[in-house]
DNA sequence: GTTGAAATTGATAAGCTGTCTCAAGATAGT
DNA sequence: ACTATCTTGAGACAGCTTATCAATTTCAAC
């Protein structure tokens, strides 16, 4: 297997993500596995997604994956800080965390649909917050929970 | 047992609800009993609750009332409009409605300090996306993560 | 107050997510 | 290539919530 010097050019978006991954694992002793890079991958590709939905979609490139399998990887995504965990109704949503700027949700508890929205004002307000307390955000969740049009008849 | 014209005065802070239950009852053939009198007269002194806890807390009363009609009851009171669902961890916990406290939170990712905050001009702002997605808010999670002055150095 | 149809309860079985176990296999430093 | 270590896959397992069903309670009509 030839090894390149990454950095260059032809590589896809996934790149920087991927580095993340690398650098997490190399700092942990983990190693970097065929399953963790078609899941990264995959996951990429999408706003968020349930270790369910994962493994049916997988499921064509590799039918032997298993569901375990998934929900580790998802998970140290998380603690990579490439992912972020969600719980909504039973299941868990692991959400693409490099997709900011999208990083709102307005959830329906009726039926379970996720508007994403961004507003820069409730942004700035946020910021205004944390300077007022002496802090310096990182990163934010902000759910807004309600019916949606349909689920009020 | 005597019955008493209700309404009059002598009624403790539950009536509200109480009475909200009772339309709510009424409106889908459904019945008022000493269960859910009493889980509701005890959901109604906390802010929130998970099932679980009622379920130790009501043994002391009711040593046979069971887990079952706890889930039955809470997610009735949701149903009502009294109490709210949500998940955190792996566990549902039932938020008291009337107790319109305001959770956001600006959170240290180095030492762990929580503070708390309110701010109207985000929830206005909130309001004004929710109304924009067709959606009436129900209830919402704001959460501020990042370093706080002395975690700064 | 009795009566009776319909709803509710309690105990437990079953279901659903997500994690743990462990033998077999893959990875990466030497 | 060798070997210690990590990872995987399959299923068992655990925690939380809902479904089942016979026995009981409610409530509206007598």
Same sequence: chains 1, 2.
Avoid: W
């Avoid at 590709?45 to 493994?55: G, N, P, S």
């Avoid at 569901?67 to 992912?83: D, H, M, P, Q, S």
């Avoid at 802090?135 to 949606?148: A, K, W």
């Amino acid at each position: 297997m030839g090894v390149f010097h990454a950095g260059t050019h032809a590589m896809s978006k996934t790149l920087k993500e991927m580095d993340v991954l690398r650098q997490h694992l190399a700092k942990h002793q983990l190693k970097l596995t065929r399953q963790r890079e078609l899941i990264l991958t995959a996951f990429l590709r999408q706003e968020h997604v349930t270790a369910e939905t994962m493994y049916h979609q997988l499921a064509k490139k590799d039918p032997h994956l298993g569901l375990a399998t998934i929900y580790r990887t998802l998970n140290l995504f998380c603690e990579a800080g490439i992912a972020q965990a969600r719980h909504f109704g039973t299941q868990t949503q692991y959400d693409n965390i490099s997709h900011k700027g999208h990083h709102d949700h307005l959830i329906c508890t009726g039926c379970g649909t996720i508007v994403e929205f961004e507003n820069c004002e409730i942004e700035r307000l946020q910021e205004e917050v944390a300077t007022k307390n002496g802090f310096v955000i990182q990163t934010h969740r902000l759910e807004l929970y309600g019916l949606c049009a349909r689920c009020r008849h």
